[in-house]
Structure formats: C-alpha cells, structure tokens
C-alpha cells in the first residue's frame, strides 16, 4: 500500500470527524450527529450557559460556518464530483485493495468493540472508494510505460500485500491455579481489562489491559503457543488458561487479519495510478477536476 495514500485517508479522515451535520425542521427542531451520536435541540434556546450567561444557537452556528464551512462544504464538492465522474466512466475499486486498506487501518488502531469497528469500516471503506476513484480520475490521461510498472512492482511488490496479524490481550500469572480462578471471574462476566491490570505479571501490559496490540503472525515478537490458541477462536472471546514458557496465560483475542496478497494483473493499474500520480506531480485533491466542470458554490468567486 501506498503510504502517501494511507495519510492521505487519515487525513480526510480527520477533517470530516470535525465536521458537524445540522438539519432542521419546521419545529425548530435541530439534531447534531457527531460520530453517530444524535441528540436533539431547540434553535431558539441556548446551547451552553455559562454562571447564567446564554451561549445561543446562533452564536454556534456563525463559530462553525467560520470555522469549518468552508472545507466542509467544498470536502461535500469533491465527494458528489469524484462519485459522479466514477460512475459516467464506471470506475470501480477492487473489493481485495479495499479490504487490504481496512486491513490497514485497522492494524493502527486500539481495541474497539464489534460496534464501533462496524461504524468506523463503514467510514474508512467510503474514504477508501473515494481516494482510489479519485486517483483514478486525475491519472486518467497519464500513460506509463509497461515496462516502468513491471519494473516498479518488481522491486516494491511486497508493500501492496499485507501480511497476517492478530489482535491479542493477555493475562499471564505464575500458576494454573490463580489462572483458573481468572478464568472463573471471566465466566461470571468480569471485564478482561480490568483482570489483567489486577492480577497479570506482565509489568509491560498490565497496566494497559494486558494488551499486546497487532503482531504479525509471521512475526519473532509472537509469544510462544499463543497463535495456536487463537486460531482456534472467535473473535472477541477469550481462551482458556494455558502453559507458556513464561507461567500460565490467558488470550483475548480481538480481531484475526488474514493475509492478503495480489498477483500483478490485480494490482496493476494502481501502481500505474501510483506511479502516473508521480510523473505528474499531482497531489491527491480534486481540485483540477473543478476546472473541467461548471460549480457555483456558497464561496465561489
């Protein structure tokens, strides 16, 4: 994967979080969605008071327009642009290069309940469609050589695969009765996090849950044993205590990403993309895509 695509998605990424979405009604009635958080209010009543002193709805709404206006509306622009343009010149993004760059993105991140992984994919896989189509737009009159790509696949191939990993926490305690007893407070409900910060000896992990983060499974940094337990479970579960090297364990596992890996043909026009990107000196924005097309807009000259 591209890492200069990879920041490029963080990076929108970031400035659409910022963003907040107002809708209102006849009624006044305004709702504020915000991470997929809603909560309803009024716009004739103030949205914070400070010692008695009204914050107005107002107020607000000028802060945001001065603020953010301008880049939300314009990120709007490009979106509806890119998706139109893709869909006249059927554009469409490998469903394996998007499950790679999840993949990715998801490797960056810390533990997340089933839910809010599900909400975030759903705004990376939107991010990710739309950069690729734009960059598939913007190289489209670009023509690199057969022979630059061969070459460039050659000596960067492995960069566009991703290799197995796994998201693991652990409690390790020096003997199978104490791991026992874990295990039970685990079968009544008690919170993994909460254990390991009590009970694991592991002075590296403790005090963050036991968390062991994304390890390759291909990896010299893999405890010893554990990826047998865990390709033998679910995901979000927990194993039963077990023998290491080190005392007596217990795994959570998070999330098992598999591996992912392209043939030539498959990746191909994307290190074109890539590589026409280069040529032609083109940062990763919509901007010459405007040009081709009439927009009027809030900020428009």
Known sequence: MSRKLLWGIITVLLIT?????????????????EDGEETAIRSNEPVATIDGEDITYAEWMTALRETHGEKTLQSLIDRHLVSKLANEKHIEISEKVIERELAYLTSMQGPLAEDELAKAEEKWREEIVYRYQLEFLLT??????????????????????????????HILVSDMETAEKIHGELEQGAN?????????????TKNSGGYLGFINTNSQFFPDGYEEIANEMEEHSYSTPFTTGNGVGIIYLHQSLPKIKFSYEEIKPYVENELA???????LQAAPLWEKHEIDWLYGN
């Open 17 to 33: 979080n910022i963003a907040t979405l107002l809708f209102m009604n006849q009624n006044e009635n305004v709702i504020v969605s």
């Open 140 to 169: 489209e009159d670009i023509s690199i050589p057969e022979g630059e790509v061969e070459e460039y696949y050659d000596v960067y191939k492995n960069q566009y695969d991703f290799s197995p990993a796994m998201q693991l926490s």
């Open 192 to 204: 993994f996090d909460q254990l390991a910060r009590e009970y694991s000896i592991d002075e590296e």
């Open 277 to 283: 990107l280069h040529e032609g000196n083109l940062p």
